[in-house]
């Protein structure tokens, strides 16, 4: 009977086995048998530093991979707290630079935010969250720190529309700061106001700042409104009109006051 390849070499590598178990075997046949298994052992021990070296790496990887997400998450959240903070700075600017405004005037005011935007071609009017619950009336003056913002037009129990000077039915008494020419500013639908009426020996230039008169007692006087950018003779000959760079940045309002000044005695 033949005896398969592998049972083969099984009984062919017994009686060596058995030796190297006798401790009293010869030195050399030791040392033979050392040389004869080494480039197993050497194999095997190699095979199994490698793996332990994948496995190592692996480990590491995927460990640097969780650490690093996590890392990321917490610039992210780092980030975003900063840009709440920054934000929260520059409101606190803005509101110091409105209430160190407010307190220059003698007049009574309630501070709003602006909610709703209407800039369209035809109007220009804000959305405030303050109404008559908060005391706001129709007409009071809208103001920020830089200067006029326009009046109340509507008021509600809870909020307020307020039309702006840049529309093209707002109509504010103004006087020019050196020459002090009187004149009717509007808007005409831009991001600028037109100032009209104004006398042709009147001496305006351009540079000079216009603000309210007072005049007709809708609006306090001295608030300030723009700045004069270009002069021009009107078409029939008899005044002039100048072109109005506003002090106010409308489409960047965030915060406003409202002025009660209503005066109807005239």
């Given amino acids: ?18 030796l190297l178990q006798n401790p009293k075997i010869h030195t050399p046949v030791h040392q033979i048998s050392k040389i004869l298994l080494k480039p197993a052992l050497v194999a095997g021990s190699s095979v199994t530093y ?15 991979f969780q650490e690093q997400s996590r890392y990321q998450q917490q610039i992210l959240t780092l980030e975003a707290k900063l840009l709440e903070y920054r ?14 405004f407010q307190s220059q005037q003698e007049l ?7 909610i709703g935007w209407d800039l369209s071609l035809l109007r220009k ?13 129709r007409d009071n003056t809208v103001v920020v720190a830089e200067g006029l913002v326009g009046r109340i037009l509507e008021v509600s129990p809870e909020i307020s529309r307020a039309i702006l000077l840049i529309d093209p039915e707002s109509r504010v008494s103004a006087v020019t700061s050196e020459s002090r020419s009187h ?17 042709l020996d009147s001496g305006v230039a351009v540079g000079e700042d216009v603000i309210t008169s ?9 608030i300030a409104v723009g700045r004069i950018e270009s002069i021009q003779r009107d078409p029939d000959g008899l005044h002039l009109t100048v072109k109005l760079t ?8 965030e915060e406003v006051l409202c002025l009660d000044f209503i005066r109807r005695d005239f």
Avoid: C, W
Wanted: hydrophobic share 40%; glycine share 10%.
């Fill in 87 to 100: 934000e929260m700075e520059k409101e606190n600017e803005r509101l110091r630079k409105l209430f160190d």
């Fill in 108 to 114: 009574k005011s309630n501070p709003a935010h602006v």
């Fill in 183 to 199: 004149g009717i500013v509007t808007g005409d639908g831009s991001d600028k106001l037109l100032m009209k009426y104004i006398n």
């Fill in 214 to 222: 007072g005049v007709g007692g809708l609006y306090p006087k001295g």
């Fill in 50 to 64: 490698a793996v332990g070296g994948v496995r190592d790496s692996a480990i590491t990887f995927f460990k640097t």
């Fill in 1 to 18: 009977m033949q005896l398969k390849r592998p049972y083969f070499y099984a009984v062919a590598a017994l009686p060596l086995l058995i």
């Fill in 246 to 253: 506003p002090f106010v940045h409308f489409t960047k309002m």
């Fill in 125 to 137: 009017t804000v959305l405030l969250d303050k109404g008559s619950r908060h005391n706001l009336k």
